[in-house]
């Protein structure tokens, strides 16, 4: 059985495009290059992102193998699981993960920590910290409730806090 071939990295300046599978391709820095090059990389849909993922010679996402992080969390600070550049990747524990997640895709008002409270008709602003729901009040508008939802974010959350 043949061996398949390796799809080849293009190199721009002092960034790389690692292609993957669907027609996409994954964004890291040109001094990284060595560490992904010689596998081929695809496109892993997981829990509404998009990653790239090896499988050969060992199972791996890229984030995680220019981290060094192999049992560890990496959060993409951007949000987008393709751009594997150094300054957008940081190690993380599950919960700073998940603060800087995007918005459901089955939210109603558009934004993070929001929602219609439907007997008052006022949106209610809430954030999770800590693995416990804290509720930030009721608002005539959804962008006021957005903005209650920001502040406490920045406040709560820090860096890993996505308004």
Known sequence: ???????????????????????REAVIDAAD?????????????SGG????????????RMHCLLMGLSGALVDHNDGDGLNNRRSNL?????????????????S?????????HRQTGRWHAYINSNGRRHSLGYFATAE???AAYAKASLQMHGEFART
């Open 144 to 146: 006021d409730a957005a």
């Open 33 to 45: 290059a060595e560490i992904v090059d010689g596998r081929n990389w695809y496109l892993d849909r």
């Open 90 to 106: 940081r190690a993380a524990t599950r919960g700073q993960n998940a603060c800087n997640s995007k918005i459901r895709a089955d």
């Open 1 to 23: 059985m043949a061996k398949k071939e390796i799809r080849p990295i293009r190199i721009e300046g002092n960034v790389a495009y690692v292609p993957l599978t669907q027609g």
């Open 49 to 60: 992102q998009m990653y790239a993922k090896s499988d050969a010679p060992s199972r791996v």
């Open 108 to 116: 109603t008002s558009g934004f993070r920590g929001v929602s219609l």
